[in-house]
Nanobody, 117 residues
Framework: QVQLVESGGGLVQPGGSLRLSCAAS????????MGWYRQAPGKQRELVAR???????NYADSVKGQFTVSRDNAKNTVYLQMNTLKPEDTAVYYC???????????WGQGTQVTVSS
């Protein structure tokens, strides 16, 4: 049974930081590209950042230099460090695990991030 469990969301003031975590179980973690997506109210879900099993990363243009994605394959966990948060970063953030090798794609339940004064 595959589980992706996000944590670390919450309410933060503009300019603040948060670190999201996603703990995975039931998958061969190192074989999966892990991604963070977000969905704001009334908007489509969008890619924020992805990291391959080997550590290659890519980011949405809107978060380059602001967010950092990382992973710990020993802990089966992926992280999203979010700095200098802005109100427009407010969204539900979802963890995603994707493997072309296993032809699998899994989602976490999401964690709310609210940036507001």
């Amino acid at each position: 049974q595959v589980q992706l469990v996000e944590s670390g969301g919450g309410l933060v003031q503009p300019g603040g930081s948060l670190r999201l975590s996603c703990a995975a179980s039931g998958i061969t973690f190192s074989s999966y590209t892990m991604g963070w997506y977000r969905q704001a109210p009334g908007k489509q879900r969008e890619l924020v950042a992805r990291i391959t099993g080997g550590g290659s990363t890519n980011y949405a243009d809107s978060v380059k230099g602001q967010f950092t994605v990382s992973r710990d394959n020993a802990k089966n966990t992926v992280y999203l460090q979010m700095n200098t948060l802005k109100p427009e970063d407010t969204a539900v953030y979802y963890c995603n695990a994707e493997s072309s090798l296993f032809r699998s794609n899994f989602w976490g339940q999401g964690t709310q991030v609210t940036v507001s004064s």
